[in-house]
């Protein structure tokens, strides 16, 4: 072995994500876009960088991702830019700065891809994660609340990950939240002094914030808080009333969080999260909720919205937990299905020839290029491929070919054209 020159490993919370687990992700999304497509939402592919700015104003500053954990940095030309930390800010500025609001409503996009938060890494919390995400621009009715959350359970359920449930809620409009923010203050003030240095931060930027802390005193004090559900106004009251009941309707188990707050400063109205009982502290793998007021921020004509995004790390580890996985890893764990050994140059073109013809018909075929004989054989056993097929100088005189079932140790010879048929016997 020589000396290495360099060695590098991925940055921290930056992780790689290798086969076998990728077949998972493949199936994820594949199950996302069948049931999304059916729906009626088409995929968006926005930067992964934008200006900071467009965070700023959208998520919140008082928010624990602006205020703390965005990769933000000043390009050469002197610009604010952010890595995305989540997914809605870039396709609501694409839908305004493409014109999308002429198009008929409503407008539905999914998109899926790495988004970058600096936060401590641990079980279930990476630096880059990766979200699988849908929004809905022009639809009020509280019917498409429904619609978007039965979407989203139809997605999990596609994708075989079971053990999840729904919690909903409701943060009404900016005008039940004023009332609601005064009396978290009136709540709150007194107890100033216990709560953690962001809480007494958020206390003055936004106190709805201190509902969402994760350290245990401010969660123990938040507990007796007041309930947003009493200060929401008729409208938001009868919004969420009838999101409730389409889903009671439609037979979509659930629970009210009336506690649920969300870590976003644009949500309107309805809020949920998907939660699993089986990831630990990190037990939320989908969120979302409306979104009314942040098209006509970002000077786009009045457009009611909402949308969700799941993390696909976790919905990952949850597949495969499911037994479901380990047949589909058995089945497409990366083993060929048909194990070529070549002999000499000649039988290498022999070998494409015939490789060819099997993979456009869908099998997985590797050839055993390096090595000897024999060594090609050990290769071919340690994959786990079923079938090994020999061409020499003598196979390909007589087109005839030598193969092996290395499962059941049955052997013979076969004309290249009727391998296939081997795999189905
Ligand atoms: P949490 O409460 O776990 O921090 P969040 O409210 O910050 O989640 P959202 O911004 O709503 O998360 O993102 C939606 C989903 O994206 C989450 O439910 C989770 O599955 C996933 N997610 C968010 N942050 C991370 C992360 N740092 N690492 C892995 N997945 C993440
Ligand atoms: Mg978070």
């Not at 072995?1 to 060695?7: D, E, G, N, S, V």
């Not at 498409?144 to 075989?160: I, P, R, T, Y």
């Not at 009332?179 to 007194?190: D, H, Q």
């Not at 097929?389 to 054209?417: F, N, P, Q």
Request: proline content about 6%.
């Amino acid at each position: 072995m020589t000396k290495p020159r360099f060695t590098f490993s991925s940055l921290k919370g930056i992780p790689d994500v290798l086969p076998p687990e990728t077949i998972l992700w493949n199936k994820i999304e594949s199950a996302a876009c069948e049931v999304f497509g059916s729906c009626g939402y088409d995929e968006i592919r926005t930067p992964v960088m934008e200006p900071s700015e467009l965070f700023l104003r959208s998520i919140g500053e008082s928010s624990d991702i602006v205020a703390k954990e965005m990769y933000s940095f000043t390009d050469k030309g002197g610009r604010g830019i952010s890595l995305r930390p989540e997914g809605t800010a870039g396709v609501v500025r694409a839908y305004v700065e493409h014109n999308l609001p002429v198009r008929p409503a409503p407008q539905k996009f999914f998109y899926r891809g790495p988004m970058f938060r600096y936060e401590r890494p641990q079980k279930g919390r990476q630096r880059q994660f990766h979200q699988i995400g849908a929004e809905c621009f022009g639809a009020s009715h509280p019917g498409m609340d429904a619609e978007l959350v039965m979407m989203l359970m139809a997605f999990l359920e596609k994708a075989g990950i079971s053990g999840l449930s729904l919690e909903m809620n409701s943060i009404g409009c900016p005008e039940c939240r004023a009332a609601f923010k005064e009396r978290l203050r009136a709540y709150f003030g007194p107890h100033l002094p216990e709560l953690c240095p962001d809480c007494n931060r958020r206390f003055e930027q936004n106190p709805l914030r201190i509902l969402d802390c994760k350290v245990e005193r401010c969660i123990e004090i938040g507990a007796d808080a007041p309930l947003i559900s009493e200060s929401l106004c008729p409208e938001c009251r009868r919004h969420f009333d009838s999101v409730l009941a389409l889903l009671t309707a439609m037979k979509t188990p659930y629970a009210v969080n009336p506690r649920m707050v969300r870590g976003l400063d644009y949500y309107t109205r309805t809020v949920f999260e998907v939660k699993s009982g089986r990831l630990g502290a990190q037990n939320a793998v989908a969120a979302g909720g409306r979104y009314d007021l942040l098209v006509s921020e970002f000077g786009g004509p009045e457009t009611p919205a909402l949308g969700f995004a799941a993390g696909m790390e976790r919905l990952a580890k949850l597949l495969a937990e499911e037994t479901l996985f380990k047949d589909l890893m058995e089945k497409t764990g990366g083993q060929p299905e048909v194990f070529i050994a070549p002999l000499g140059d000649a039988a290498g073109a022999a070998a494409l020839v015939s490789a060819g013809l099997m993979r456009s018909r869908g099998i997985r075929v590797e050839i055993g290029w390096d090595g000897s004989l024999k060594s090609k054989l050990r290769r071919a056993d340690k994959m786990g491929a079923k079938l090994v097929v020999i061409i020499g100088e003598d196979e390909l005189k007589s087109g005839m070919y030598k193969w092996k079932d290395l499962k059941s140790g049955e052997s013979g010879e076969i004309g290249a054209a009727e391998i296939p048929g081997l795999l189905s016997r």
